[in-house]
């Protein structure tokens, strides 16, 4: 069995700058190795999807963001074993907007147009699935809910 167990949670964000480019980035493994895709990664017990993809996205490339919405969940089962699901996020790049890359996982990151992106060969495909939403498609997030202290919730955000 994997150290993450048979049940994967994880989160990507697509980074959006002032000029409408996105955050990308190039892995050095897996499927997307040498691909550009968005930075992602496993959520880390004690912290909330939006909290690991900031973190995720900070990580990565140096670039802190504010989130905008949910582009959407990828779920699916691999070797028919593992559950493998990700929250993909929409953020957009705040402060210092410097790319530092984290060369560990990483060959490259940039901000890049979605119109360069689409005419790439190296651009992965939910990258050209995301090229086509519009924006009133995005999910909003509300924090100020509290469902009953008898919970014990620490942190409850409701993504609708």
């Given amino acids: 069995m994997n150290k993450r167990g048979n049940v994967w949670l994880a989160v990507a964000g697509l980074v959006t700058n002032t000029n409408g480019d996105w955050l990308v980035v190039k892995k050095r493994y897996g499927g997307l190795k040498g691909k ?3 930075p992602a990664g496993f959520v880390h017990p004690g912290e909330t999807l ?3 993809v900031k973190r995720e996205v900070q990580e990565e490339t140096g670039i802190a963001g504010n989130i ?7 779920s699916g089962v691999l070797n028919d074993e593992i559950s493998d699901n990700m929250v993909i996020f ?3 790049a705040e402060g210092d907007i410097r790319i530092k890359v984290q060369l560990d996982e990483l060959f490259e990151a940039m901000f890049m147009s979605p119109e360069k992106l689409k005419e790439d060969p190296n651009t992965s495909v939910l990258l050209h699935y995301y090229m086509e939403m519009q924006e009133n498609q995005l999910t909003k997030m509300n924090d100020k809910i509290n469902p009953g202290d008898h919970f014990g919730y620490t942190s409850y955000k409701l993504f609708y």
């Fill in 36 to 38: 550009w895709s968005i």
């Fill in 50 to 52: 939006d909290e690991a």
């Fill in 68 to 74: 905008t919405g949910i582009l959407g969940i990828r």
């Fill in 90 to 92: 929409s953020l957009r």
